[in-house]
């Protein structure tokens, strides 16, 4: 089965309205990575979160290994935040690669 | 800072063809990752090198070869590219093991026709 699983698979929200995201692992890991990418881009590295909360701007990320799943909440969404965000794990074993969600996608509308 | 870049942006190629992408970056980092993306599937691991000249196999390695010719470079050939193919592959690298911050590449889009 899936080892990771992101949900929702798509959201649609107003500007200014809060988003929340979620990644749940079937595995254990070392670490949990989120990730930004716009149509057609790269993918920008948004948080390195092995486990805890960690905040950026209107990003924060909460990592909770015991219960096997990490949240990401964009707070006072804005047009811009618009695109894919994709949860990858690295696993305890074959810590030497990233494993993926199938991503959500996110869209703010004006 | 430092940088990862992928060659060419996009790449057409036809039916049968041998096909090779390349990526170089100058973090000094070890390991180097080959990823594929579909529409709908997310990201599947092609190849990846731990360090030069090393090659381990992903998820995904039939239909591919992959070359790490020095630690700043890692390139990727599709032996024989499919008919009406579309994906984006996607290069990434991390300092290695047990420090797990990948930073990626921004891709190379195929289109087989």
């Known amino acids: 089965g899936q080892q990771v699983q992101q949900s929702p698979a798509s959201l649609v929200l107003q500007e200014g309205e809060n988003a929340e995201l979620q990644c749940n692992f079937s595995?254990?890991?070392?670490?949990m990575q989120w990730f930004y990418q716009r149509p057609g881009g790269s993918l920008v590295s948004l948080f390195y979160?092995?486990?805890g909360t960690k905040h950026s701007g209107r990003l924060t990320s909460t990592t909770v290994i015991k219960e096997r799943r990490s949240s990401l909440h964009i707070s006072s969404s804005q047009t811009t935040d618009s695109g894919t965000y994709l949860c990858?794990?690295?696993?305890?074993?074959?810590?030497?690669?990233?494993?993926f969600g199938k991503g959500t996608q996110l869209i703010i509308q004006p | 800072g430092g940088i990862i870049t992928q060659t060419p942006k996009f790449l057409i190629g036809q039916e049968g063809q041998k096909l090779t992408l390349k990526c170089q970056q100058n973090?000094?980092?070890?390991?180097m990752y080959w990823y594929r993306q579909d529409s709908g599937k997310g990201l599947r691991l092609i190849y990846y090198?731990?360090?030069?000249?090393?090659?381990q196999k992903g998820d995904l390695s039939e239909g591919y070869d992959a070359s790490r010719e020095k630690k700043s470079s890692f390139s990727l050939t599709v032996t024989s590219a499919q008919k009406n193919e579309m994906a984006v592959f996607l290069c990434?690298?991390?300092?290695?093991?047990?420090?797990?911050?990948?930073?990626f590449g921004s891709g190379t889009r195929l289109l087989v026709i």
């Open positions: 990434a690298s991390s300092p290695g093991t047990g420090n797990s911050d990948y930073t």
């Open positions: 595995t254990s890991l070392n670490s």
């Open positions: 979160n092995p486990s």
């Open positions: 990858a794990l690295e696993r305890t074993e074959g810590a030497d690669r990233l494993t």
């Open positions: 973090f000094n980092h070890d390991t």
């Open positions: 090198s731990i360090t030069e000249n090393d090659l």
